[in-house]
């Protein structure tokens, strides 16, 4: 059985720093895609960044390059979030995915983690 967990959320002044974990297991995450998603209340999930978990390519939102960084440890079957210079806008429930590269759809959730940015 798939679990996803993330970790790390919490409260950070504007211009702060977080570290989201995304612990994984339950099969063997070759060939598969990490993503991260946010969605803050009232408004509609919004992809964040996407790792492969094989070749370690990743991709971002416009609204977040430059201030966040994915990256795996694959040893310890962790995704991280990275996220430096917080804004206000940041704050939402974070989530994290795992799907198969072939597919579109991403079939494994976390329950998410919050993170509240105060100005």
């Known amino acids: 059985q798939v679990q996803v967990v993330e970790s790390g959320g919490g409260m950070v002044q504007a211009g702060g720093s977080l570290r989201l974990s995304c612990a994984v297991s339950g099969r063997t995450f070759e060939n598969y895609v990490m993503g991260w998603f946010r969605q803050a209340p009232g408004k509609g999930r919004e992809f964040v960044s996407v790792i492969n978990w094989s070749q370690g390519t990743t991709n971002y939102a416009d609204s977040v390059k430059g201030r966040f960084t994915v990256s795996r440890d694959k040893s310890k079957n962790t995704v991280y979030l990275e996220m430096n210079s917080l804004k206000p806008e940041d704050a939402a429930a974070y989530y994290c995915?795992?799907?198969?590269?072939?597919?579109?759809?991403?079939?494994?959730w976390g329950q998410g983690t919050q993170v509240t940015v105060s100005a």
């Open positions: 995915a795992a799907r198969w590269l072939g597919d579109t759809t991403y079939n494994y």
